[in-house]
């Protein structure tokens, strides 16, 4: 049994593989106890975009701790608050004029999910079903769960997982059944449509291009069918742009951010949603209200760390530094496409993917022992099944993302797959 009480996340406990301790962290990089080098190259599960310990944020997150620790969010508010609001009212789109806070990137959804059933309840009108895309991924509770692929991740729940329409993912060249099957299901009285704009991320970094999210925006808005998107992992310039509905010139009825909405530093969550979603709430009857908070809505130290990252997209030239990101992942992509066992090379902004060997599953044998290879050359890089991706902070140096490019180059040779 291990000496630690810790029950990890995703982690498989039976397979007693090292835990690394890190002491520290810095842009890219983390530092271990035992005194590694790791190159972080999946921002440390997404979360973090300026680099880790970004000065700003940290300062922020410290000047804000000598004022004011977490007050309730019910009928009171604060500074932080307030700035972030109007500040995300200022950067995202318009017609987005509502912010609701809650703490993670699965309870904005469940929040979406709760707006979007309790708008149609506001209209009286029956609608209840929520359409969803193949192989997504939503979050780990209940009803992000119900709105995600059914899988191995949630075989144990599936009895309590509700009823969803699924449209399959728009492959190359079979977009229209994707078109189709969207069409049918807003047709037949859907509530909202969820989705991750552009990129699915946890269900194999698979990608699709800008105006087939246009035009699946066009076909719910003709029937009605709420628009949400979950931007919690393509949020914060990750596929290039501060959204990636903006690529498709499309604005969501609700939109989910999270993991970069504090630069990766602290949690923190925001639904945004349109005027019509809160009006439907807004009533002299207390029994219209949006019943929905979490103990720490609002937490104004993660909401100062938010405003402080806002303050470094307005005045650094971070689009700079993703398109300096995207031309290295550019470049990687024609060294790896010429790489035998490696397959699949896509890129979507500041992500870049390929699929080494074949058998595209989580479980794929593959995995772990990808996930090994990759410790052992002291990366940080968490495959998909075969799936392998590059997803890091926007500082990263070219020399540590050429040793990353070298390393996943050299994996079907090393591990005997071709
Ligand atoms: C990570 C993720 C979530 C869940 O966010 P948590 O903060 O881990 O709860 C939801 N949606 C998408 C698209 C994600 O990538």
Redesign the pocket.
Known sequence: MSKSPIWHPFTQHGLEEPIPLVERTEGAILHTNDGRRIIDAISS??VNTHGHGNPRIMAAIAEQTKKLDQIIFAGWTHQPAEDLAKELRQIMPDTLTRVFFSD??????EVALKMALGYWHAQDEPRHTIVVMEHS????TIG?MSVGERGVFNQAYRELLFDVVTVPFPHVGQEQATFNALEKACANNAAAFIV?PLVL??GGMLMYPPHVLAEMHRICTKHGVLFLA?E???GWGRTGTLLACEQADITPDIL?L??GLTGGAI?L?VTMASEPIYQAHYSTDRACMFFHSSSYTANPIACAAAVANLAIWRDEPVADRIAALADMHEQAMTKLQNVPGISGVRRCGTILACEIGDGRSYMADIAPRLLAYFRERDMLVRPLGNTVYLMPPYCITPDDHAALVTAIADAPAALRII
């Open positions: 599960w997404w993670s990137g699965s309870t904005s959804v991924y939503h979050g780990d992000a991750e991320g946890a979950d919690v992992m393509t989910c999270s993991k949690p969550a």
